[in-house]
């Protein structure tokens, strides 16, 4: 690893993990964002982002979650495949206008769609989450942990 932000700034640290303590405890459950859904979205936002380290980690996480095999392999080719489902292709492409934020990718067509499948509460926690995975692949490419080296508690 180039830095150890961690132990180098340990307020970078707390505040990156203050955003992942709310998307999971206060994000997700029963009548929120399924931890799937959000895993879906990190890996993808992570492939745009070309974050090795990202990738090995939430696909182990997805997988720890009953992920499977076929869904992960055909994520970056989703719009391809009938294995998403109307919500998860609403999320996917929240994910990926946010994340690459193209001049005219964030339309009020694509606004709409996505909130057609998401109350207002959950389209903001959504956005909090690919908000701060775009954070930690930038974390995750400058810095470059350990490739492999990430396993699910």
């Avoid at 993990?17 to 999971?24: C, D, P, S, T, V």
Wanted: charged share 25%.
């Amino acid at each position: 690893m180039r830095v150890d932000y961690f132990t180098a700034a340990p307020g970078v640290a707390r505040a990156m993990i203050g955003l992942e303590g709310y998307l999971n405890k206060e994000a997700t459950g029963d009548d929120k964002l399924p931890k799937r859904l959000l895993e879906l979205v990190k890996i993808r936002a992570s492939q745009l982002n070309q974050c090795a380290y990202c990738l090995d980690m939430h696909t182990k996480d997805a997988r720890a979650l009953g992920e499977t095999e076929q869904r992960l392999y055909a994520l970056s080719a989703w719009r391809e495949t009938p294995f998403f489902d109307p919500r998860e292709r609403a999320a996917l492409s929240w994910t990926e206008a946010l994340t690459r934020l193209e001049p005219g990718t964030v339309t009020e067509a694509l606004f709409e769609q996505v909130h057609a499948q998401f109350n207002d509460r959950e389209l903001s926690d959504l956005t909090l989450a690919i908000c701060a995975i775009n954070a930690w692949n930038r974390f995750g490419v400058a810095f470059e942990p350990e490739v492999g080296s990430y396993s699910p508690t």
